[in-house]
């Protein structure tokens, strides 16, 4: 069977968003389907480029969509996007001859894909990441309730009402759809998950890496993925001080970049050597750099994005038994049970932050400790694995391609 993948941007491009699609993608294959993808304007082909465009990109086909020369309708540009984006499906329909069309968030892919396959009668499914509308709060693009926000907030709900099936990636996504009036029989879950084939526990930490960065001898605490505001993160350098008061050789590192890279930088120029920055890093050196950090940190922010969406990052620190300590929101609390697969602290306080790490780096390698890793390990191998996710695709697929 084959999938056809509308995908707001893809590798290879470095992000969360990135990395689940490859793990569907890889898992997808390995049971047998046959994936292909397709990126909308905003994956960032620029105008001018050949008309059909094709790369193939980690040995899969990602089919291009150039950005629009022009408006082509009046109104706001997302309409010419996605009026690019549908007839760029329909003309890789006619080339690849899908089975299935897998949309994936935001609402923006999820039109043109309903648009496209209705026109040429193959079935659509909507995979819902995260809600375009809470996004745009956190990226201060807009505010909770304000016209916008109820506007988006619609059109999401419209795109699930016409499409054939919707998967959302976390328990609460599904259940604020549900409270939409969706009915069950309509909604799917297909967690985040990782590859344990691909993260897998280091034998030793990276000697030569911690010596390249600077790193000396104390423990090294540690934030590995991308730096948007709803992270947390100068939530980690603040709880700073009082971690440092309590263990004095203790380091920070954050490896990666984004949208809060220069502020946090600036904020962490008292601490001097102290805090380290990689940049970001390819995803073959990923492994390597958790390798060299004694203790993740996850201190999310609490908000409607955060309590709704579960995110990639702690799974993988499971995966390579990586201890860590995470904030109580929803999210989170949808993946980690406190004392048993992981440590929570109250979300925004910085007193428990400080807490919590200091606590966890006086336990590293007790029997308590190891417990803790040995079972995160455990749930991520048994029920948060790409190939285990992957079979939930299977009976929807089969059921909309071969209908009654």
């Known amino acids: 069977?084959?999938?056809?993948?509308?995908?707001?941007?893809?590798?290879?491009?470095?992000?969360?968003?990135?990395?689940?699609?490859?793990?569907?993608?890889?898992?997808?294959?390995?049971?047998?389907?046959?994936?292909?993808?397709?990126?909308?304007?905003?994956?960032?082909?620029?105008?001018?480029?050949?008309?059909?465009?094709?790369?193939?990109?980690?040995?899969?086909?990602?089919?291009?969509?150039?950005?629009?020369?022009?408006?082509?309708?009046?109104?706001?540009?997302?309409?010419?996007?996605?009026?690019?984006?549908?007839?760029?499906?329909?003309?890789?329909?006619?080339?690849?001859?899908?089975?299935?069309?897998?949309?994936?968030?935001?609402?923006?892919?999820?039109?043109?894909?309903?648009?496209?396959?209705?026109?040429?009668?193959?079935?659509?499914?909507?995979?819902?990441?995260?809600?375009?509308?809470?996004?745009?709060?956190?990226?201060?693009?807009?505010?909770?309730?304000?016209?916008?926000?109820?506007?988006?907030?619609?059109?999401?709900?419209?795109?699930?009402?016409?499409?054939?099936?919707?998967?959302?990636?976390?328990?609460?996504?599904?259940?604020?759809?549900?409270?939409?009036?969706?009915?069950?029989?309509?909604?799917?879950?297909?967690?985040?998950?990782?590859?344990?084939?691909?993260?897998s526990p280091a034998d030793k930490p990276d000697a030569a890496l911690r010596e390249a960065i600077g790193l000396g001898g104390g423990p090294v605490i540690g934030f590995v993925g991308s730096f948007y505001h709803y992270e947390g993160l100068k939530l980690l350098l603040e709880a700073f001080p009082a971690i440092l008061s309590a263990i004095p050789d203790a380091q920070l590192l954050f490896v990666g970049g984004g949208m809060e890279d220069a502020a946090l930088r600036e904020a962490a120029k008292p601490f001097g050597?102290?805090?380290?920055?990689?940049?970001?890093?390819?995803?073959?050196?990923?492994?390597?750099?958790?390798?060299?950090?004694?203790?993740?940190?996850?201190?999310?922010?609490?908000?409607?994005?955060?309590?709704?969406?579960t995110p990639l990052k702690p799974l993988e620190a499971m995966a390579m038994k990586q201890r860590f300590v995470a904030s109580d929101v929803g999210g989170h609390q949808e993946l980690v049970k406190h004392g048993e697969t992981g440590r929570l602290f109250e979300a925004g306080n910085t007193d428990a932050l400080a807490s919590s790490v200091i606590d966890a780096l006086k336990k590293a390698n007790t029997p308590e400790d190891q417990g803790i890793l040995e079972r995160a390990l455990a749930f991520v191998i048994k029920e948060r694995s790409w190939s285990a996710v992957a079979r939930r695709y299977a009976p929807v697929y089969e059921r909309l391609a071969s209908p009654a």
């Not at 102290?274 to 958790?290: I, Q």
Request: aromatic letters at 8%; charged letters at 25%; proline letters at 8%.
């Open 1 to 199: 069977m084959r999938v056809l993948h509308i995908l707001d941007h893809s590798a290879p491009l470095q992000s969360g968003y990135v990395s689940r699609t490859l793990g569907i993608l890889r898992a997808q294959r390995a049971l047998g389907f046959d994936p292909v993808c397709l990126t909308t304007p905003r994956h960032g082909v620029d105008a001018g480029e050949p008309e059909n465009p094709l790369e193939e990109v980690m040995d899969f086909r990602f089919h291009r969509t150039p950005k629009p020369q022009k408006k082509r309708v009046p109104g706001p540009g997302f309409i010419t996007e996605m009026l690019s984006t549908a007839s760029r499906i329909k003309e890789v329909i006619k080339e690849e001859k899908p089975d299935i069309l897998h949309a994936h968030s935001p609402c923006l892919n999820a039109f043109p894909a309903y648009y496209a396959g209705k026109n040429l009668k193959v079935p659509v499914v909507y995979e819902i990441r995260a809600f375009w509308e809470d996004a745009a709060v956190d990226l201060g693009n807009t505010s909770e309730g304000s016209l916008r926000y109820r506007v988006t907030r619609a059109m999401e709900t419209a795109a699930c009402r016409r499409v054939n099936h919707v998967f959302t990636i976390c328990e609460g996504l599904r259940e604020d759809l549900l409270g939409r009036g969706f009915l069950p029989d309509k909604l799917s879950l297909a967690p985040n998950a990782i590859e344990p084939e691909r993260l």
């Open 273 to 309: 050597n102290a805090v380290k920055f990689t940049g970001r890093v390819p995803p073959e050196a990923v492994p390597s750099h958790y390798s060299t950090i004694d203790l993740l940190v996850y201190p999310r922010l609490k908000m409607r994005l955060t309590d709704l969406v």
